[in-house]
């Protein structure tokens, strides 16, 4: 008998709606239920492609004992962290903060007003290395909650009590400066890997906010250690077993130092910023590798991402059917010699093993290897590469494949749009930019109501039930920025103006000009989340500042300005201390120390041959931040194209920075050498 999820449209819900727990959606109605049986609720928070949410969900939730247990004495409350990133941003704080970790799957224990009084992660079915069972536990609150109540409503109280005093301290909102900046590049530099790219020890997570920092310092400063980093870490990452050797894009992260073993789920956020991370590497350096890098990432997110609705599914599985029935981890990725033989008969395969890395005794599970390219030249011509990554990949293909979250994410979606707008455009593949045109075109359909509020996700072309949070606002604006100035259709810069004022109105604090992530009129929970770090993704916060501060850029107000200035405070706290954690604020200072440079690009036509030559090289400036709009003069489509005309009735580019603008050219290397940071 399906419980309340079977409603649902969010594919990890769906999930458990077979369960025999009755599980409940989040929802005032749940908390209602606790209150009148005079029961604890569990929460449980989690995703679709999460492997040990699989893991729990098989041992206890799929038990009919341990749903007996649950049933009787507890409301169960399932949360999708995707769909709801407050709730899971609030509880996650409080795990945190009560055991120093956190992680998914969540299991928190609440009284009926919501409030936190025990806190874990994954429980097993029976106690092992000193964790108690997930049955032990439920016996143990449970008891708590008959025997104890008041000292568990004085748990509960001191913990909200705690988090509303863990406000941040806000510096003193100004913008961060030179030395900020220079002081933030000296600790990467602390905790950078020389041998091995990347920061920090193992697992590795791919840095992708703090590589974009990294490229737009050295295109301010000159700073050749900083595009050192930035280009090693991309060659590290690329050549190791996170990123797909046959398919194109990136695994979440590698469990090792190595960039070897990666946690096979796919995510479109960590391949939408990757993606655009390599094409801004090339824009930098010419590195054929990052231009392959960036094509391929692009093309696997439209093949194997892409909604019938045009939009970008969230993810793809860690585990799929190894062929024998079981769901295993990565099995859609590894290969054995033998199997490598298979596909390819003795002697490529020989090669393929020497080139992909492939061992007898294998670099994961149970003798497999994950496809990797340790060695940098010379072993195969091009020919022979692609021959056999060709049948490599059509015999995977046969394969049982990945599950897939078909859940349209907006902020994720907007990500995949700034990056596929800007790689179509460099690569001269219009195909990626109708991909983000479609897209963007959703987004506005089905996701943006008559007021411009925004819907967090959709499915199957219906919008779900939950508002939009700071970051969908902020990214799906970065999204309709970057595809303002490729296309030169100033409509994307309206409606990015249209979301940037619900962050001015909804999401700032006319105090501070601290953001919060989510809007002053949302559902209240027992805190009003606010984080400026970067997780995943970029937060909210620096997104909205990176925004902000584009928007004022093409229209010169002053009140998005003045707000990605007040924004930006917080990095010139935190941006010394701890710049792993706010690469994307670290970012948008650059563009703040550099201008932004506004370029106006006029011609009679944008499709005029000489007008392209402009508006392509207007994009690949590598100036921090510039924004370029491009179109016909006396066009109202840009604020930037007023009094632009025609120099000798000539296409011409217009530069700006700072109330001063150079002298317009109509040549391409002049604008080349003007924007070349």
Same mark, same amino acid.
């Given at each position: 008998?399906?419980?309340?999820?079977?409603?649902?449209?969010?594919?990890?819900?769906?999930?458990?709606?077979?369960?025999?727990?009755?599980?409940?959606? &989040?929802?005032?109605?749940?908390?209602?239920?606790?209150?009148?049986?005079?029961?604890?609720?569990?929460?449980? +928070?989690?995703?679709?492609?999460?492997?040990?949410?699989?893991?729990?969900?098989?041992?206890?939730?799929?038990?009919?004992?341990?749903?007996?247990?649950?049933?009787?004495?507890?409301?169960?409350?399932?949360?999708?962290?995707?769909?709801?990133?407050?709730?899971?941003?609030?509880?996650?704080?409080?795990?945190?903060?009560?055991?120093?970790? #956190? =992680? &998914?799957?969540?299991?928190?224990?609440? $009284?009926?007003?919501?409030?936190?009084?025990?806190? /874990?992660?994954?429980?097993?079915? #029976?106690?092992?290395?000193?964790?108690?069972?997930?049955?032990?536990?439920?016996? #143990?609150?449970?008891?708590?909650?008959?025997?104890?109540?008041?000292?568990?409503?004085?748990?509960?109280?001191?913990?909200?009590?705690?988090?509303?005093?863990?406000?941040?301290?806000?510096?003193?909102?100004?913008?961060? /400066?030179?030395?900020?900046?220079?002081?933030?590049?000296?600790?990467?530099?602390?905790?950078?890997?020389?041998?091995?790219?990347?920061?920090?020890?193992?697992?590795?997570?791919?840095?992708?906010?703090?590589?974009?920092?990294?490229?737009?310092?050295?295109?301010?400063?000159?700073?050749?250690?900083?595009?050192?980093?930035?280009?090693?870490?991309?060659?590290?990452?690329?050549?190791?077993?996170?990123?797909?050797?046959?398919?194109?894009?990136?695994?979440?992260?590698? !469990?090792?130092? *190595?960039?070897?073993?990666?946690?096979?789920?796919?995510?479109?956020?960590?391949?939408?910023?990757?993606?655009?991370?390599?094409?801004?590497?090339?824009?930098?350096?010419?590195?054929?590798?990052?231009?392959?890098?960036?094509?391929?990432?692009?093309?696997?997110?439209? @093949?194997?991402?892409?909604?019938?609705?045009?939009?970008?599914?969230?993810?793809?599985?860690?585990?799929?059917?190894?062929?024998?029935?079981?769901?295993?981890?990565?099995?859609?990725?590894? &290969?054995?010699?033998?199997?490598?033989?298979?596909?390819?008969?003795?002697?490529?395969?020989?090669?393929?093993?020497?080139?992909?890395?492939?061992?007898?005794?294998?670099?994961?599970?149970?003798?497999?290897?994950?496809?990797?390219?340790?060695?940098?030249?010379?072993?195969?011509?091009?020919?022979?590469?692609?021959?056999? @990554?060709?049948?490599?990949?059509?015999?995977?293909?046969?394969?049982?494949?990945?599950?897939?979250?078909?859940?349209?994410?907006?902020?994720?979606?907007?990500?995949?749009?700034?990056?596929?707008?800007?790689?179509?455009?460099?690569?001269?593949?219009?195909?990626?930019?109708?991909?983000?045109?479609?897209?963007? *075109?959703?987004? +506005?359909?089905?996701?943006?109501?008559?007021?411009?509020?925004?819907?967090?996700?959709?499915?199957?072309?219906?919008?779900?039930? %939950?508002?939009?949070?700071?970051?969908?606002?902020?990214?799906?604006?970065?999204?309709?920025?970057?595809?303002?100035?490729?296309?030169?259709?100033?409509? &994307?810069?309206?409606?990015?103006?249209?979301?940037?004022?619900?962050?001015?109105?909804?999401?700032?604090?006319?105090?501070?000009?601290?953001?919060?992530?989510?809007?002053?009129?949302?559902?209240?929970?027992?805190?009003?989340?606010? *984080?400026?770090?970067? %997780?995943?993704?970029?937060?909210?916060?620096?997104?909205?500042?990176?925004?902000?501060?584009?928007?004022?850029?093409?229209? #010169?107000?002053?009140?998005?300005?003045?707000?990605?200035?007040?924004?930006?405070?917080?990095?010139?706290?935190?941006?010394?201390?701890?710049?792993?954690?706010?690469?994307? =604020?670290?970012?948008?200072?650059?563009?703040?120390?550099?201008?932004?440079?506004?370029?106006?690009?006029?011609?009679?036509?944008?499709?005029?041959?000489? $007008?392209?030559?402009?508006?392509?090289?207007?994009?690949?400036?590598?100036?921090?931040?510039?924004? !370029?709009?491009?179109?016909?003069?006396?066009?109202?489509?840009?604020?930037?194209?007023?009094?632009?005309?025609?120099?000798?009735?000539?296409?011409?580019?217009? +530069?700006?920075?700072?109330?001063?603008?150079?002298?317009?050219?109509?040549?391409?290397?002049?604008?080349?050498? !003007?924007?070349?940071?």
């Amino acid at each position: 008998m399906p419980n309340r999820l079977a409603h649902e449209t969010s594919p990890y819900l769906l999930q458990h709606a077979d369960n025999p727990v009755d599980w409940w959606p &989040w929802s005032s109605e749940a908390f209602e239920e606790a209150r009148k049986r005079n029961v604890p609720v569990l929460l449980s +928070v989690g995703y679709s492609s999460c492997h040990w949410c699989h893991v729990m969900a098989h041992e206890s939730f799929e038990d009919e004992q341990t749903a007996e247990y649950l049933n009787a004495h507890y409301v169960s409350v399932k949360v999708d962290r995707e769909e709801r990133p407050d709730v899971d941003a609030v509880y996650m704080e409080a795990v945190q903060a009560a055991t120093g970790q #956190g =992680g &998914w799957p969540m299991t928190v224990f609440l $009284t009926p007003d919501a409030e936190p009084f025990y806190f /874990g992660t994954y429980f097993p079915p #029976g106690p092992r290395q000193g964790m108690p069972s997930f049955r032990q536990v439920l016996q #143990g609150v449970h008891q708590a909650w008959d025997e104890r109540r008041e000292e568990v409503a004085e748990v509960a109280g001191k913990i909200v009590r705690d988090l509303a005093g863990r406000e941040i301290s806000y510096g003193d909102a100004q913008i961060p /400066g030179e030395e900020e900046l220079a002081q933030a590049l000296l600790g990467l530099t602390r905790e950078y890997d020389p041998q091995r790219g990347g920061f920090g020890g193992a697992p590795k997570f791919p840095p992708s906010m703090v590589l974009e920092f990294l490229l737009r310092h050295h295109a301010r400063t000159g700073a050749e250690g900083a595009l050192q980093m930035a280009q090693d870490t991309c060659e590290r990452m690329a050549r190791g077993g996170m990123y797909d050797q046959l398919g194109g894009g990136f695994a979440r992260y590698s !469990v090792d130092r *190595d960039w070897v073993v990666p946690h096979f789920e796919k995510m479109l956020y960590d391949n939408a910023l990757l993606c655009r991370v390599y094409a801004h590497l090339w824009r930098s350096t010419g590195s054929e590798l990052a231009r392959r890098v960036a094509l391929e990432t692009a093309d696997f997110m439209v @093949r194997e991402l892409r909604t019938n609705e045009g939009g970008f599914a969230s993810a793809l599985d860690a585990d799929s059917d190894d062929g024998t029935g079981r769901h295993v981890e990565g099995a859609y990725y590894v &290969w054995t010699p033998e199997q490598l033989r298979e596909v390819l008969g003795e002697q490529d395969a020989e090669l393929a093993a020497r080139h992909f890395g492939v061992t007898e005794e294998g670099t994961f599970e149970e003798g497999a290897s994950v496809l990797q390219l340790p060695v940098r030249d010379g072993l195969l011509d091009a020919e022979k590469a692609a021959s056999i @990554r060709q049948r490599l990949l059509a015999a995977r293909s046969e394969r049982p494949a990945p599950g897939r979250d078909d859940k349209v994410v907006a902020a994720w979606n907007g990500l995949a749009i700034a990056a596929l707008a800007e790689t179509g455009a460099y690569f001269d593949r219009p195909d990626l930019v109708e991909a983000a045109v479609a897209a963007a *075109d959703l987004l +506005v359909r089905l996701h943006l109501d008559e007021q411009a509020r925004l819907t967090r996700t959709s499915k199957d072309g219906h919008a779900g039930a %939950n508002a939009g949070v700071l970051e969908d606002y902020a990214d799906v604006a970065e999204g309709f920025l970057a595809l303002a100035s490729v296309t030169g259709e100033g409509v &994307w810069l309206e409606f990015a103006g249209f979301l940037l004022d619900h962050v001015l109105a909804r999401f700032t604090d006319p105090e501070s000009g601290s953001l919060y992530d989510t809007a002053a009129d949302a559902e209240r929970l027992i805190r009003r989340p606010q *984080d400026p770090t970067d %997780n995943a993704a970029p937060s909210g916060w620096t997104a909205a500042a990176n925004a902000l501060l584009s928007y004022a850029a093409h229209t #010169g107000s002053d009140p998005h300005r003045t707000a990605a200035e007040r924004a930006l405070g917080v990095v010139k706290a935190l941006g010394p201390r701890v710049p792993r954690f706010i690469g994307w =604020g670290l970012a948008a200072a650059e563009a703040v120390l550099d201008g932004p440079r506004e370029v106006a690009v006029v011609g009679p036509a944008l499709d005029d041959e000489g $007008t392209r030559a402009l508006h392509r090289t207007a994009l690949l400036g590598t100036a921090p931040g510039a924004v !370029v709009a491009a179109g016909v003069p006396g066009s109202e489509e840009f604020p930037l194209l007023a009094d632009r005309p025609l120099v000798g009735g000539e296409p011409a580019a217009y +530069v700006c920075r700072n109330f001063t603008c150079d002298a317009p050219t109509t040549e391409p290397d002049r604008l080349r050498t !003007v924007l070349s940071g």
